[in-house]
């Protein structure tokens, strides 16, 4: 069936590196895209979403990057602090679904101080 | 403006009993979505509901679970004669509008954790 995966399970940073968190989607008929963070114990928290007739968006220390030809999203932190130890995950929406979204493994990312 | 709640946060039960997680939206939002998390795993959707509505339902399994968002009180998820696979992290979300696409208006509660001994 149809998935929303991750490349890498883990990656580990030092504190004020750029982290990348890439996620491969499947499903060419998904139309947004959005980026969760979860801490431990937490529910998923949004970070950034983007449209698929966009292929850069930019936020705060955040930037989500879409390639539609190779159904690839990437989740770029600026300048990673230790407050950004989670669990990131990238989800996908197909069509006007509002929240039944697809969601990704997860990427563990690890700040090292 | 109180976000998603949840309760319990934590649920034990035994096997064959039953459990009830509660969600209760945010205020003003009248559409609710539940999800399963299986440790180390990401979300899997379960069930989208409208007050008294079910409107998908195609991530429930089909015998044991059930949902409701009554007219007035929380909404509820239902499990029968659970299974030590039932256990699971389970999340609602909540949101003001449906079809729109726009996710970034999606907000989690914090979970109840499952576990079936």
């Known amino acids: 069936g149809e998935s929303v995966g991750l490349h890498l399970p883990t990656l580990s940073v030092q504190e004020g590196d750029n982290s990348i968190i890439n996620c491969a989607y499947s499903n060419s008929a998904s139309d947004y895209f959005i980026w969760y963070k979860q801490e431990s114990g937490k529910g998923p928290q949004f970070i950034i979403d983007?449209?698929?007739?966009?292929d850069k968006r930019q936020g705060q220390r955040v930037t989500v990057l879409l390639n539609k030809t190779v159904k690839h999203l990437s989740l770029q932190i600026a300048a990673t602090q230790p407050g950004d130890s989670a669990v990131y995950f990238c989800a996908e929406n197909t069509g006007n679904q509002g929240g039944k979204l697809i969601f990704g493994q997860g990427t563990e990312l690890s700040v090292k101080p | 403006n109180a976000g998603v709640m949840q309760n319990p946060r934590h649920l034990v039960r035994r096997r064959g009993q039953e459990a009830r997680l509660r969600c209760s939206p945010m205020k003003g939002h009248s559409h609710v979505y539940w999800y399963r998390q299986l440790p180390e795993e990401g979300l899997k959707f379960m069930v989208y509901l409208q007050k008294e509505n079910i409107i998908d339902e195609s991530g429930m399994p089909k015998e044991r679970f059930s949902a409701e968002f009554p007219k007035e009180g929380p909404s509820i998820l239902r499990i029968q004669q659970v299974v030590r696979g039932d256990s699971a992290a389970y999340f609602c979300a909540s949101s003001p509008r449906a079809g729109t696409g726009n996710t970034g208006e999606l907000f989690f509660g914090e979970g109840s954790r499952l576990t079936v001994l």
């Open positions: 983007i449209r698929s007739n966009m």
